[in-house]
């Protein structure tokens, strides 16, 4: 098995609520750092959409293959990475870990993922990151979701790592390559019923309704069509395309419903306020750490990097997030 990593990078910004030590070179940096962990062989291929600041770049080239991509939105970009893995060919056992720009990772969570992978041949689908469990009221046709508190009490260890289901995550999530070939059609398909078409996927995959009656219409455009008809024919378009993709996930047979699974507590994090900044973790302090692995490579750091000042908890449940240097790094491969 060899880890694939497609990493999807824009050198512009928005504008989400974030911590003050986010930067995209420190998701790059912590990301390269968890892969000095792995224990199998890695490539990394970056798929940059628009124009990359040097530094990044700089870090880019020394550790894979860059892609230069014109797409202009996520879900372009994200429709063409899912072809990748078909189009290159790479073997159906090989592990594919789909990666935004604005995560952070923990040195050992790539590790974590092989491992995982590795003893769980029944999963399919993985992420490092997922805020949201099923209630134990859920249904295929109403799922219910609750938000993890982050214990991992009397769940499996893999590694020494508490690993359970996950309801949702985002479009950065692991996959083995022939199940992702499987699959294509549907998750090139999904992003069209606008939203948070993540959830959407996520739910669909396993077998699950992904929509409400509710929510068939979709929710209002920042930019609203500027005539009633417009806004109607949008309505209609939405409801329609909701309504095939739940009845595409009850028809869904029992063989092809996907398993997600997550660490509990996670090992990476979405770097955005507002509960998006998973507990479990001292993030701050694993921000300052990934800075301190830059400066050890005489990397240039964010300029604009502020002394971390936003407090996670560090210890749940007893398990302490820590980082060391590692001994013997993971030089990953050109795909």
């Known amino acids: 098995m060899i880890l694939r990593i497609l990493y999807r990078s824009v050198g512009s910004e928005n504008s989400k609520n974030r911590p003050s030590f986010y930067s995209k070179q420190l998701a790059l940096a912590s990301l390269l750092r968890a ?75 790539l590790s974590a993922l092989v491992s995982a992978a590795a003893a769980r041949p029944d999963a399919e689908y993985f992420t490092l990151y997922s805020t949201l469990r099923f209630a134990d009221s859920s249904t295929r046709r109403r ?58 996927t996520c739910l669909t995959l396993q077998g699950l309704q992904p929509f409400q009656l509710a929510d068939l219409g979709g929710e209002p455009p920042r930019v609203q069509p500027p005539t009633a008809l417009g806004r109607a024919a949008r309505r209609a378009a939405l409801t329609s395309l909701r309504a095939s993709l739940n009845a595409v996930a009850l028809a869904r047979p029992e063989k092809r419903w996907r398993t997600m699974l997550v660490p509990e507590p996670s090992l990476a994090t979405h770097m955005e306020l507002g509960g998006a900044l998973v507990e479990g973790h001292d993030w701050p302090a694993e921000a300052e750490a990934v800075l301190e692995w830059l400066r050890d490579r005489d990397e240039p750091t964010p300029a604009s990097a502020p002394t971390p000042d936003v407090t996670v908890p560090a210890v749940v449940s007893g398990i302490t997030s820590t980082t060391t240097a590692s001994p013997t790094p993971n030089r990953p491969t050109v795909a």
Request: proline share 7%; glycine share 8%.
């Open 35 to 109: 892969v000095e962990y792995v224990g199998i062989p890695t490539s990394i291929v970056f798929v940059n959409d628009g124009e990359i600041p040097a530094d990044r770049l700089s870090l880019m080239a020394a550790a894979g293959e860059v892609v230069q991509v014109t797409c202009g939105s996520n879900r372009s970009s994200y429709r063409h990475v899912l072809r990748m893995p078909r189009l290159r060919r790479w073997a159906p056992d090989d592990l594919v870990w789909l990666a935004e720009d604005d995560y952070l990772y923990t040195a050992r969570s």
């Open 143 to 200: 799922p219910q979701v609750r938000h993890s508190d982050g214990r991992p009490d009397g769940l499996p260890l893999i590694n020494g790592v508490p690993w359970g289901r996950a309801a949702t995550t985002t479009s950065t999530f692991g996959v083995r390559v022939a199940t992702l070939v499987e699959d294509e059609r549907l998750l090139r398909a999904i992003p069209f019923v606008g939203g948070a078409f993540d959830r959407a």
